[in-house]
């Protein structure tokens, strides 16, 4: 069984650029969340979808925005990218409160 | 709110000794608490969590936890430490199944 996978694994990208980052949850997992970590933190809650639904939403501006596909795939959208949205974006997936991380994906913004 | 304070961001410790880690909550209702591990350039692995019933709770690895609701806290701790456990671990407190708010972590170093 397949854990939480998320694409790409390491990004580069220039401030003012957008980006996609991908997730695809744990074989029978509902509920996405994803977080982002920066260098010597600990995670930040971004938001969670469940039923291709935004759930609940953390402190993060409108530039950060998500979708939850029928399948329960997941995907992050950074627009307008600041050097500070550099960062390991992961994400997390669950069927109740125990929830899986993936490996995450290591965006640097230059 | 929920917020976590993990006291000590680095903790070294001689193989075969004790680890502890300390990890103090607040949250405005019984929260349900969560230990994890990072180890470098990976994702985070549950350790431990504690739901309801029986506070003190096992883990993997040989780490447990215990659940005190008069102090607010939930301390790690394993009784014989490992090479293999150096690495950053989490706290995280979430009030539903919803988001988890981390504390800020701390680094484990092991001596040979």
């Known amino acids: 069984d397949a854990g939480v996978t998320q694409s790409p694994t390491h990004l580069i990208k220039t401030r003012g650029q957008q980006v996609t980052l991908r997730c695809s949850p744990k074989?029978?997992?509902?509920?996405v969340s994803w977080y982002q970590q920066a260098l010597g933190q600990g995670p930040q809650f971004i938001f969670q979808?469940?039923?291709?639904?935004?759930?609940q939403r953390g402190n993060f501006p409108d530039r950060f925005s998500g979708h939850q596909f029928p399948n329960y795939s997941s995907e992050l959208n950074v627009n307008a990218l600041l050097l500070g949205d550099s960062a390991l974006y992961l994400c997390?997936?669950?069927?109740?409160?125990?929830?899986?991380f993936g490996p995450g994906t290591r965006l640097t913004v230059t | 709110a929920q917020s976590v304070t993990q006291l000590g961001s680095h903790v070294s410790v001689s193989e075969g000794a004790l680890v502890l880690l300390r990890c103090n909550y607040s949250?405005?209702?019984?929260?349900?608490l969560f230990w994890y591990v990072q180890y470098p350039n990976q994702g985070l692995q549950l350790l431990l969590k504690?739901?309801?019933?029986?506070?003190l709770v096992k883990g993997i690895n040989g780490f447990e936890a215990e659940f005190k609701k008069s102090e607010t806290s939930f301390h790690l701790t394993k009784p014989s430490a490992h090479m293999s456990d150096a690495a950053e671990y989490f706290c995280?407190?979430?009030?539903?199944?919803?988001?988890?708010?981390f504390g800020a972590g701390t680094t484990v170093t092991v001596r040979a």
């Open positions: 997390a997936s669950s069927a109740d409160v125990e929830q899986y």
């Open positions: 074989s029978g997992h509902d509920t």
């Open positions: 979808y469940y039923e291709e639904e935004e759930r």
């Open positions: 949250s405005s209702v019984p929260p349900y």
């Open positions: 504690y739901t309801t019933g029986a506070t």
């Open positions: 995280a407190v979430s009030p539903n199944d919803y988001k988890l708010s």
